[in-house]
């Protein structure tokens, strides 16, 4: 099975900061890492697919980036609606795996 | 539009079974693959399970020979038996899409709502 590591657990950051949030895997995703924001009580949403490729309608202060088994989602110029968690999932092998998730909370 | 929704949760005592349900619209669910994932409260998202447009099911290994994803083309509707519940499946489950695309696939492109399942004497 391959292990999904996602860090910060949490992180602290004002409106308008670049943040970034990492995803390690413990054995090559060949790249089918996606990246999704959940907020309280709703569905998680996909965000990035394919190790950067921006889902259809996902503002463009988002962009993912890595390869094989380390890759990072950031936020340019952080807004209020970006405040919410979000998880890193490898969908290269099954099982497919989540990462523990990071809370991007208001400094 | 697309449109996902599920049913069937509710209460349980351990050892117990339960159906889920996951009712399209806007699609057809013989045409793309459907998962489900849950959440365990206060928890991160898991992957469960898929089914592939030619019936090839995966699962978690937690949940392996406990429970199984099925569809109803003639329904439009997906299904999550499940059984030999724990006490650790309880969760919000959610079913969801995995759209194919060229020579990739974007993984669960539209959600359900969830449907909440409590495994507890």
């Known amino acids: 099975d391959i292990q999904m590591t996602q860090s910060p657990s949490t992180l602290s950051a004002s409106v308008g900061d670049r943040v970034s949030i990492t995803c390690r895997a413990s054995?090559?995703?060949?790249?089918?890492l996606a990246w999704f924001q959940q907020k309280p009580g709703t569905a998680p949403k996909v965000l990035i697919y394919?190790?950067?490729g921006l889902e259809s309608g996902v503002p463009s202060r988002f962009s993912g980036s890595g390869s094989e088994t380390e890759f990072t989602l950031t936020i340019n110029s952080l807004q209020p609606d970006d405040f919410a968690t979000y998880y890193c999932?490898?969908?290269?092998?099954?099982?497919?795996?989540f990462g523990q998730g990071t809370k991007v909370e208001i400094k | 539009e697309v449109q996902l929704v599920e049913s069937g949760g509710g209460l349980v005592q351990p050892g117990g079974s339960l159906r889920l349900s996951c009712a399209a619209s806007?699609?057809?669910?013989?045409?793309?693959?459907m998962s489900w994932l849950r959440q365990a409260p206060e928890r991160g998202l898991e992957w469960v399970s898929i089914?592939?447009?030619?019936?090839?099911?995966y699962y978690t290994d937690s949940v392996k020979g406990r429970f199984t994803i099925s569809r109803d083309n003639s329904k439009n509707t997906i299904y999550l038996q499940m059984n030999s519940l724990r006490v650790e499946d309880t969760a919000v489950y959610y079913c969801?899409?995995?759209?194919?695309?060229?020579?990739?696939?974007?993984?669960?492109?539209?959600w359900g709502q969830g449907t909440l399942v409590t495994v507890s004497s």
């Open positions: 806007g699609f057809t669910v013989s045409s793309i693959y």
């Open positions: 999932l490898q969908y290269s092998i099954y099982p497919w795996a």
């Open positions: 394919k190790a950067s």
């Open positions: 969801a899409r995995v759209a194919v695309y060229g020579d990739g696939w974007k993984p669960f492109d539209y």
């Open positions: 089914i592939y447009t030619g019936g090839n099911t």
């Open positions: 054995q090559s995703t060949n790249n089918w």
